[in-house]
């Protein structure tokens, strides 16, 4: 199983990006899937998670703006991205607890998309 990211970019101060991830190989069931982004020089941090009851937390610091959904008839979650400002500039990866069709239930992660925030 690997998980498959896009959507990141390049966007000026004010814009908006979508980010998508989507687990390939055969799932028996995914529970909570989330997002977290690292910048340069820093640790990394969660964003948003959503659980399989569609339970959803943020970080403060993307509250009102970040919008994080999923898709269970294509297994794929979301992070709707609003007013994005410098300080949203990271590398975002995707993280999903799954099971596989045949395997252990774990998390798995995503390659990382760049988001850039920039005039």
């Known amino acids: 199983v690997q998980l498959v990211e896009s959507g990141g970019g390049l966007v000026q101060p004010g814009g908006s990006l979508r980010l998508s991830c989507a687990p390939s190989?055969?799932?028996?069931?995914?529970?909570?899937m989330g997002w977290y982004r690292q910048a340069p020089g820093k640790q990394r941090e969660l964003v948003a998670t959503?659980?399989?009851?569609?339970?959803?937390s943020y970080a403060d610091s993307v509250k009102g703006r970040f919008t994080i959904s999923r898709d269970n008839a294509d297994n794929t979650v979301y992070l709707l991205m609003n007013s994005l400002n410098p300080e949203d500039t990271a590398v975002y990866y995707c993280n999903v607890d799954l099971k596989p069709e045949w395997g252990v239930r774990r998390d798995y992660w995503g390659q990382g998309t760049q988001v850039t925030v920039s005039s």
């Open positions: 190989g055969s799932i028996f069931r995914i529970y909570a």
């Open positions: 959503i659980t399989s009851g569609d339970s959803t």
